[in-house]
C-alpha cells in the first residue's frame, strides 16, 4: 500500500516506517517537527535501506497538507501526530486542543477531498480511564480521562466514529497503546524526549547514562504487589508491527475497528527497573516520591482481539525492551 504516516518522525512513528517498508508498503512523511527531529527519518532510510519523501508540514496548514495529497496517491493514513505530554497539557489545555483537534480535522477533511478514507488513528489506554475490568478488553466502557491529553485521544476517536456511521466508505482503525518502550535493536533510532522525561523509561535510561542523578519513583503504596503501579509495558517494535499488521483490517473493509496494542502482562514500576539493572548491569538510584496526579494503579491490556482478528501478538519480553532502550541511550547519549 501507499500510506501517509503523520507524525513519523517521531518515536512510534519512526519505528513503524521501517516496519512499514520490511512490509513492502510505500510511504509518504508529513511532520512538522514540533517535537521531533528530522535525523530519524534519516536513519529511518539508512535501516529501511530507501529513501521515504518528507513534508515539513503542520497538519493546521491546510494549503500545505493539500499538496501533499495532490502529488501523491495514498490507499490510507497512519495518524501519529499530535501533542502527547500529560502533564504539559493539564498546563496548557487549549493548545492541546486545538492541535490535536484542529489538526486532525483539518487532516480528515483533506484526505475525503482526495478520495482517501482509511485511517489508522494512534490512540491510548488512557481513554478507559480508571478501568473497571482489568485486564481491559475493548468492551470495556471508556472512562474519564484524567488530562486534556487523553481527552483530545477521546474526542478525535468519537470524532472518526461520527464520521464513519455517516459515510460507510470511510475505514476507521482506532489502535489503543499501552506503554511503548524499548528502542529499534540496531540502536539507531529511539525515545528522544525534549527535556526533563515525562515518561518511566527515558527517565531511567537518562539516569543510566548520567543525565540525571536518580528516578523518582511516584508512589509504593499502591495496591499492588510491591506498592508501585503496574503497567502493560509493550516494546515498541512489536508495537510498530500493530500497526502493519491493522492494515489488513483497511484491506477487510471493516468500517469501524477498535484493538487494544499491549502485551497483556502487568508489571511494576520497580520491577522494570529491577529489570533494567539485571539485563545491563547497571545500578539506578532512585527515590520515592509522592504519587503522581492522575496515575491509575493497575492498567493491562487483554490483547486476544487483535490476535484473534488480525494474527498480531507480541513477541518481545520486559527484557528485550530494557536491553534495546539501554542500546538506544547508551549509543546516543544525547539523542539526535
Ligand atoms: C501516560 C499516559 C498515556 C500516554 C503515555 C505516553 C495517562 C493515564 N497515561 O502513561 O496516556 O499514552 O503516558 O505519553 O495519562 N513513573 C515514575 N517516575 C517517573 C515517570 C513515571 O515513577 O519519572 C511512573 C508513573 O507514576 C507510572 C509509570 O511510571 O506509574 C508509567 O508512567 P509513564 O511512563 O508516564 O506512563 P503512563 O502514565 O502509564
Redesign the pocket.
Known amino acids: 500500500m501507499q500510506i501517509l504516516v503523520t507524525g513519523g518522525a517521531g518515536y512510534i512513528g519512526s519505528h513503524t516506517l521501517v516496519a512499514l517498508a520490511e512490509a513492502g508498503h510505500e510511504t509518504v512523511v508529513v511532520d512538522n517537527l514540533s517535537n521531533s527531529n528530522p535525523a530519524s527519518l534519516t536513519r529511518v532510510e539508512e535501516l529501511a535501506g530507501k529513501k521515504i519523501p518528507f513534508y515539513q508540514v503542520d497538519l493546521r496548514n491546510r494549503e500545505g497538507l493539500c499538496r501533499v495529497l495532490e502529488q501523491h496517491h495514498f490507499d490510507a493514513c497512519i495518524h501519529f501526530a499530535g501533542l502527547?505530554?500529560?502533564g504539559e497539557s493539564t498546563e496548557k489545555p487549549w493548545e492541546y486542543y486545538e492541535n490535536n483537534i484542529n489538526g486532525t480535522l483539518t487532516l480528515l477533511d483533506v484526505m475525503r477531498q482526495h478520495g482517501c478514507k482509511n485511517i489508522l488513528f494512534s490512540s491510548?489506554?488512557?481513554v478507559y480511564g480508571e478501568p473497571n475490568v482489568i485486564p481491559i478488553t475493548e468492551a470495556c466502557p471508556k472512562g474519564r480521562?484524567?488530562?486534556p491529553?487523553?481527552q483530545t485521544?477521546n474526542m478525535l476517536e468519537e470524532i472518526m466514529m461520527d464520521m464513519q456511521r455517516a459515510d460507510k466508505d470511510w475505514n476507521v482503525v482506532i489502535l489503543r497503546?499501552f506503554?511503548?518502550i524499548g528502542a529499534h535493536p540496531s540502536g539507531r533510532i529511539g525515545e528522544n524526549p525534549n527535556g526533563i522525561?515525562?515518561?518511566?523509561?527515558p527517565?531511567i535510561t537518562q539516569v543510566a547514562v548520567g543525565r540525571r542523578p536518580e528516578?523518582?519513583?511516584?508512589?509504593n503504596d499502591y495496591d499492588t504487589p510491591d506498592g508501585?503501579?503496574v503497567?502493560d509495558f509493550i516494546h515498541v517494535m512489536d508495537l510498530a508491527q500493530g500497526h502493519v499488521a491493522a492494515l489488513k483490517a483497511i484491506e477487510n473493509h471493516c468500517g469501524c475497528a477498535i484493538y487494544n496494542l499491549g502485551t497483556g502482562q502487568g508489571y511494576s514500576?520497580l520491577q522494570l527497573v529491577k529489570t533494567f539493572e539485571k539485563v545491563n548491569g547497571i545500578h539506578i538510584p532512585y527515590c520515592i516520591?509522592p504519587?503522581?496526579a492522575?496515575?491509575?494503579a493497575i492498567?493491562y491490556s487483554n490483547p486476544s482481539k487483535a490476535e484473534k482478528e488480525l494474527g498480531w501478538i507480541a513477541q518481545f519480553g520486559l527484557e528485550d525492551m530494557c536491553r534495546d532502550a539501554w542500546n538506544w541511550q547508551r549509543n546516543n547519549p544525547n539523542g539526535y
Open positions: 502527547k505530554a500529560v491510548s489506554a488512557t480521562c484524567t488530562s491529553y487523553g485521544k497503546y506503554n511503548p522525561p515525562n515518561n518511566l523509561m527517565f528516578l523518582g519513583i511516584f508512589g508501585t503501579c503497567r514500576v516520591k504519587r503522581r492522575g496515575d491509575i492498567c
